[in-house]
């Protein structure tokens, strides 16, 4: 044998990762970071009442988990208001995107999204073959209208719009996002990604009905409800796009602990309220940090702060790296204009300590 026949796709493929996750870079700089706020986790961790679930799942993790998810279906559902057959829930919104764009996309197929918006959905759209065309964002918002009509453009079967945005933190009211779908093509879906909608004000998410053959909405326990490596994600949308994701999707990926977790996470009120009002705090801080060393903090409906640096992408990767090496772990928008910036995630005080005390320094490092 002279080697695995690889399909000529993956052979044009690199083999990249969206990410550099905060563990690599432990490794390569040989210490820990004193400040994990790169990667938009809820550094509060999640509900008392989901570690004990799933400290009890534990127990049981002999056994696959339900296959079906009945019991986290039949939750969200009603914590919705919608009926168990407009949710599909999945190994978060990133293993989601990956069995919608194998459901919808093939080689050459249009694909529309935002330049220098979240990269996972690129890297599952180039996996399977398809094209991505791109707009800019609009200031520092992406740009709803001009998405759809670039999707008209080009035949896209599929255009993704997160609300609010990651990188930046912008949002859109929900209503002007269903006005602007008037401009979406009738065969276009729509892929809208609200993973931090419970960090923004009140009308931000759209208000369309869940049987809307238009569009898919994606939501998270990673973000506020604080389980991100537990990975559980649900899909929102028309029972026979629900049901197309049984025909690709792992039914048993997800473990039994992740479903007690999410199901007693849905249940606490008064902790999610609570991480909600941490958020808030921590992201006036986070502006007055930057503030107080003359940056531009961005307004945001997410559990993270796009701050301006005041210059150019270089000087922004500058400040990145001199935060990295002082060991406050951050991230930065990776495409002009928005390169502009660096991303800090919200996190308790102590946290926010350390890069209020490292920030300082990196500029003097980034300035030389």
Not at 24 to 51: K, W
Not at 236 to 256: Q, S, Y
Not at 264 to 286: F, P
Request: charged letters at 20%.
């Amino acid at each position: 044998m002279t080697g695995p026949r690889y399909t000529p796709l993956a052979q044009s493929l690199p083999a990249t990762v969206p990410f550099v996750g905060p563990e690599t870079q432990e490794r390569q700089r040989g210490a820990p970071f004193a400040a994990r706020l790169g990667a938009n986790e809820s550094i509060y961790g999640p509900s008392p009442r989901a570690i004990a679930a799933m400290q009890q799942a534990a127990a049981e993790v002999w056994m696959y988990g339900d296959p079906e998810n009945h019991d986290l279906r039949q939750a969200l559902a009603a914590h919705h208001g919608v009926r168990p057959d407009n949710i599909m829930v999945g190994e978060g919104i990133d293993g989601l995107l990956g069995y919608l764009v194998r459901l919808m996309v093939g080689p050459g197929d249009a694909v529309v999204t935002s330049e220098g918006a979240y990269p996972t959905f690129n890297y599952h759209v180039a996996g399977f073959g398809g094209v991505l065309h791109k707009v800019p964002y609009a200031g520092d918002h992406e740009d709803p209208r001009a998405l759809f009509v670039k999707a008209g453009e080009v035949g896209a079967k599929l255009v993704y719009l997160a609300n609010p945005d990651n990188p930046m933190g912008s949002w859109h009211k929900g209503a002007d996002i269903v006005a602007a779908m008037q401009a979406l093509p009738e065969d276009t879906l729509l892929v809208l990604d609200e993973a931090y909608v419970e960090c923004a004000p009140e009308g931000t998410a759209a208000p369309v009905d869940s049987d809307d053959p238009r569009l898919v909405r994606m939501r998270t326990f990673s973000k506020v409800y604080g389980m991100a490596g537990a990975r559980v994600g649900y899909a929102i949308g028309a029972p026979e796009l629900i049901a197309a994701f049984n025909k690709v999707r792992n039914h048993f990926g997800m473990n039994r602990a992740a479903q007690a977790g999410a199901l007693a996470a849905l249940a606490d009120g008064d902790w999610l309220a609570h991480v909600q009002s941490e958020i808030s705090t921590a992201r006036d801080r986070i502006a007055t940090i930057a503030r107080d060393n003359g940056l531009t903090p961005l307004p945001s409906a997410t559990n993270f702060v796009a701050i301006d640096c005041g210059s150019d992408g270089a000087f922004a990767k500058a400040v990145l790296d001199a935060l990295v090496s002082l060991g406050i772990f951050v991230r930065m928008p990776f495409a002009a204009p928005q390169n502009r910036c660096i991303r800090v995630s919200c996190g308790p005080a102590a946290e926010l300590d350390a890069f209020a005390a490292a920030l300082p320094r990196a500029l003097e490092i980034a300035r030389g």
